[in-house]
């Protein structure tokens, strides 16, 4: 599966954002969906986490309240929404599918937020 990201760009704080990841293929099922951010200092970090077999989603406590992941199975495609941005999240935004032993990422999008 391949995946392209987008949605990026620069928004000042307290703005929204939002990011999209359309798969190649159908991911309604059996993956698992997530996504990640690069800061400036290089450290990547899972924002968000849809466990899909178990119906679960997990948010890192820097993001939960203010983010929330979206999917929409008919085009294949998961979203990220992101509100009440701060300076401190940006970074370059990366899209990820697990399946089994196996993951896929997206290319990155940047997101700067500045005043």
């Known amino acids: 599966v391949q995946l392209q990201a987008s949605g990026g760009g620069l928004v000042q704080p307290g703005g929204s954002l939002r990011l999209s990841c359309a798969a190649s293929?159908?991911?309604?099922?059996?993956?698992?969906k997530a996504w990640y951010r690069r800061t400036p200092g290089g450290r990547l970090r899972e924002l968000v986490a849809m466990i899909t077999a178990a119906g679960v989603t997990k948010y890192a406590d820097s993001v939960r309240g203010r983010f929330t992941i979206t999917r929409d199975d008919a085009k294949n495609s998961v979203y990220l929404q992101m509100d009440s941005l701060k300076p401190e999240d940006t970074a370059l935004y990366f899209c990820?599918?697990?399946?089994?032993?196996?993951?896929?990422w997206g290319q990155g999008t940047l997101v700067t937020v500045s005043s």
């Open positions: 990820n599918v697990a399946w089994g032993p196996h993951n896929a």
């Open positions: 293929k159908d991911i309604s099922t059996l993956y698992n």
